[in-house]
């Protein structure tokens, strides 16, 4: 399969420019996902840690 991928010939189609303008929009999409959901698990769980007392401070607190 990989070397079919690599050894594949130009088509030397017209792809118009919805179909076009569709690709883009879709790679900029997926690009997107992914660059969030990076985010998403790095940064939630660095806030959490963040937010998180220390047990002194929380036994202080109900007294």
């Not at 569709?22 to 660059?35: E, K």
């Amino acid at each position: 399969m990989l070397f079919a991928t690599l050894n594949a010939a130009p088509a030397l189609a017209y792809v118009g420019p919805g179909a076009g303008l569709t690709a883009i929009g879709t790679m900029i999409a997926v690009i997107a996902v992914v660059i969030l959901a990076l985010v998403g698990f790095v940064w939630y769980p660095l806030k959490r840690l963040l937010r998180k007392k220390p047990a002194s401070e929380e036994g202080q607190e109900s007294q």
